[in-house]
T-cell receptor, first 115, second 111 residues
Framework: SAVISQKPSRDICQRGTSLTIQCQVDSQVTMMFWYRQQPGQSLTLIATANQGSEATYESGFVIDKFPISRPNLTFSTLTVSNMSPEDSSIYLC????????????FGQGTRLTVV | GEDVEQSLFLSVREGDSSVINCTYTDSSSTYLYWYKQEPGAGLQLLTYIFSNMDMKQDQRLTVLLNKKDKHLSLRIADTQTGDSAIYFCAERSPGTYKYIFGTGTRLKVLA
């Protein structure tokens, strides 16, 4: 299993500002993922954070809005840029298990409210 | 594209059984998962099933898979108040790292 820590756990931000969310894993992992969970909705994959190369973004998400860093195999950041109230969501960091059924492990999430 | 659907709410009395249903569209799904999300927390894997299985039992949890109808269910026996949470089903296709999550079912257990 993997233990994932996210910081901050929650924040209230002014529109137009940016917030960087950190994700720390207790073991080295190849793939790290960032999800968004909008109020009352399911999880949507934003991007895959690749170590040593640019992140791979899903349809509807762009690097300018959600820049991602992946400096090593245990750490990643997601920035939500130029925020608007529509960005109010829970943002979750996830890693994929290395063996077995390759389940996904999740951090506790960052609850972001944009006012 | 792939789609995973669940009913939004379920309410049961403590001690009763809960059955949460899920339908999916991707017939090539290899693994199907059930995750639990408690308030203010991330997702916790409860159980999973391979696509070549019909049933899996794990203590109070029973997963049934009807591959023909692309229907997955999670039965929780002797439901407790601590089981109140949102339950997500998810599928993953072979050769990909992408999980497709359902909309989540909010289970409320009444004392």
């Amino acid at each position: 299993s993997a233990v994932i820590s996210q910081k901050p756990s929650r924040d209230i931000c002014q529109r137009g500002t940016s917030l960087t969310i950190q994700c720390q894993v207790d073991s080295q992992v190849t793939m790290m993922f960032w999800y968004r969970q909008q109020p009352g909705q399911s999880l949507t994959l934003i991007a895959t954070a690749n170590q040593g190369s640019e992140a791979t973004y899903e349809s509807g998400f762009v690097i300018d809005k959600f820049p991602i860093s992946r400096p090593n195999l245990t750490f990643s950041t997601l920035t939500v840029s130029n925020m608007s109230p529509e960005d109010s969501s829970i943002y979750l960091c996830s890693v994929r298990g290395q063996t077995g059924n390759t389940e996904a492990f999740f951090g506790q999430g960052t609850r972001l409210t944009v006012v | 594209g792939e789609d995973v659907e669940q009913s939004l709410f379920l309410s049961v009395r403590e001690g009763d059984s809960s059955v949460i249903n899920c339908t999916y569209t991707d017939s090539s799904s290899t693994y199907l998962y059930w995750y639990k999300q408690e308030p203010g927390a991330g997702l916790q894997l409860l159980t999973y099933i391979f696509s070549n299985m019909d049933m899996k039992q794990d203590q109070r949890l029973t997963v049934l898979l009807n591959k023909k109808d692309k229907h997955l269910s999670l039965r929780i026996a002797d439901t407790q108040t601590g089981d109140s949470a949102i339950y997500f089903c998810a599928e993953r296709s072979p050769g990909t790292y992408k999980y497709i999550f359902g909309t989540g079912t909010r289970l409320k257990v009444l004392a």
